[in-house]
Nanobody
Framework: VQLQAFGGGLVQAGGSLSLSCAAS????????MAWFRQAPGKEREFVAG???????YYADSVKGRFTISRDNAKNTVYLQMNNLKPEDTAVYYC????????????????????WGQGTQVTVSS
């Protein structure tokens, strides 16, 4: 599975961006998908995840502002980001895993088998 993330850019605080993660090589409709981010000098962290079943999970820092969704017909996962804050500035990565491992939290980085190359999101104050 190859993942390509795009849609990043520069936006002012309070603005919105929509990220897309297009998968190729295999249908990912039965995969768990997620977005992670890494800010300069910080560890990569979980942002949002969507199970193959459609269940969605969010980091506390983005709840109510970000929405993850998937379009299985397009083999694509999206991250709609509203009311962006300077602290959302990071490189955003999409990830996928098709093993459906029971009991593994969706925010566990090690649970994901495939990763995209990342897209930069910069929020100015």
């Amino acid at each position: 599975v190859q993942l390509q993330a795009f849609g990043g850019g520069l936006v002012q605080a309070g603005g919105s961006l929509s990220l897309s993660c297009a998968a190729s090589g295999r249908t990912v409709s039965t995969y768990d998908m997620a977005w992670f981010r890494q800010a300069p000098g910080k560890e990569r962290e979980f942002v949002a995840g969507i199970r193959w079943s459609g269940l969605r999970y969010y980091a506390d820092s983005v709840k109510g502002r970000f929405t993850i969704s998937r379009d299985n017909a397009k083999n694509t996962v999206y991250l709609q980001m509203n009311n962006l804050k300077p602290e959302d500035t990071a490189v955003y990565y999409c990830a996928a895993d098709g093993r459906r491992r029971v009991g593994v939290p969706v925010g566990t980085q090690q649970a994901y088998e495939y990763w995209g190359q990342g897209t930069q999101v910069t929020v100015s104050s």
